[in-house]
């Protein structure tokens, strides 16, 4: 039989047309279904469920120590050793930035009258609140205890708890547990993966720590809820958001282009803003904002100077972390 005749082509050309036919259907249904899927997970604010299905359809993310380009940028560093080492110099540059503060412009703040309800140890009410607000499938500090041991360990774990909490703000001192941080660095997925400014730095905590900041967090937003922040203000409140802002932004955009009037807007863009907080200048506006002494002292006390670097497995200290606020602390906003 020979196979090279114009009919047999002829047949293997439809049977290839429609092979790939089906398998371009097959391929589409399986994206509409994985992009339902996903659309769910992000509807119902199942954050892990939702990245899962994204690596599913992306691949897994690229695991291991990559190269690293000395400080000058000449240098290749392939060492795991001085990789680490590289790693903690970054961490020490970016979280020392010096901020320069205005003493004249806080004192210009109008003093707000002393909330005494912030003075009040946390409560088992409280407490409960907190842990639900915890998000689940989040990596752990230095405990290695996940966030879903608190949030199913039951009202004795709850009571033990708080009595832990109640402790230190009698003593007016947070542990140092609560405190430690273990910073790993995560490629942006973006640019050469060989600079360090492609990478971006997560703070891991203890879940209890994070507890008892979601707690301090609670009692401040009730404070600056009672008509203390400006309507304007739309970011890290509840109920608002960004979205808000950019619906009034286009709505000046459209009404200033139907009226033919000019509209001059200015972006503005802060470099590492979280990682340039001055923190003697936070706790004086915490006072003008009428926090107590106590609540501003504990709030203080969630904030350490001394961190870890992580490598695979491997750390290196970091120590005076002057501005550093943590971008993944519940207080950071």
Known sequence: MDLRTDATKAAFFRCRHLVQQRLREMQDAWMIRKAEEIQGYADRNEMKNFFKAIKAIYGPCIKGSAPLLSSDGTTLLTEKSQI???????????????????????????????????DLPPSLPETIRAVQQ???GKAPGSDAIPPEVYKHGGPRLMAELTTLFQEMWRQGQVRQDFKDTTIVHRYKRKGNRQLRDNHRGISLLNIAGKIFARILLNCLNGHLQQGLLTESQCGFRRHRGTTNMIFAARQLQEKCQEMRTNLYTTFGDLTKAFDTVNRDGLWKVMQ????????????????????????????????????YSRTTAPLTP
């Open 288 to 323: 003008k904002f009428g926090c107590p002494e106590r609540f501003t002292h504990m709030v203080r006390g969630t904030f350490s100077k001394f961190g870890v670097c992580r490598l695979q497995r491997v750390c290196l200290r970091l120590q005076s972390m002057t501005c």
């Open 134 to 136: 915890i998000s689940s």
């Open 84 to 118: 680490l080492k590289r790693w903690a110099e970054h961490f020490r540059n970016v979280l020392n930035c010096s901020s320069a503060i205005s003493d004249a412009a806080i004192d210009r703040l109008p003093q707000v009258d002393t909330n005494n309800d912030l």
